[in-house]
């Protein structure tokens, strides 16, 4: 069993960074696959951001692809999204979620859990 919960969230004007936190409890994150997802109102839940402890290999939405950066610190425990250059369409609620079962690192569906989420707005 994993625990997740997200910090850091907040309002930025278009063109800000912004940097969320996900702390784990119960287990180790560098033993699980972690991914970072959003969903904005009205919109189906979207895969941002993986990292494979396991393969050592991450993965990014075309979306944010050069504007954001998974990353954690096993001694914290706490896996990070870094998010610069923030656009008004990233405005959503941000997911942390661990222990990925199947093999597509971006699909909601193969995560075993989730935490709460942090509010991410962009204003324009």
């Known amino acids: 069993q994993v625990q997740l919960m997200e910090s850091g969230g907040g309002s930025v004007q278009a063109g800000g960074s912004l940097r969320i936190s996900c702390a784990a409890s119960g287990s180790p994150l560098s033993t699980h696959d972690m991914a970072w997802f959003r969903q904005a109102p009205g919109q189906e839940r979207e895969g941002v951001a993986a990292?494979?402890?396991?393969?050592?290999?991450?993965w990014y939405a075309a979306s944010v692809k050069g504007r954001f950066a998974i990353s954690q610190d096993n001694a914290k425990n706490t896996l990070y999204l870094q998010m610069f250059s923030l656009k008004p369409e990233d405005t959503a609620m941000y997911y942390c979620?661990?222990?990925?079962?199947?093999?597509?690192?971006?699909?909601?569906?193969?995560?075993?859990?989730w935490g709460q989420g942090t509010q991410v707005t962009v204003s324009s």
């Open positions: 979620a661990a222990g990925r079962i199947t093999q597509s690192p971006l699909s909601p569906t193969a995560y075993s859990y």
């Open positions: 990292t494979s402890n396991r393969f050592g290999s991450t």
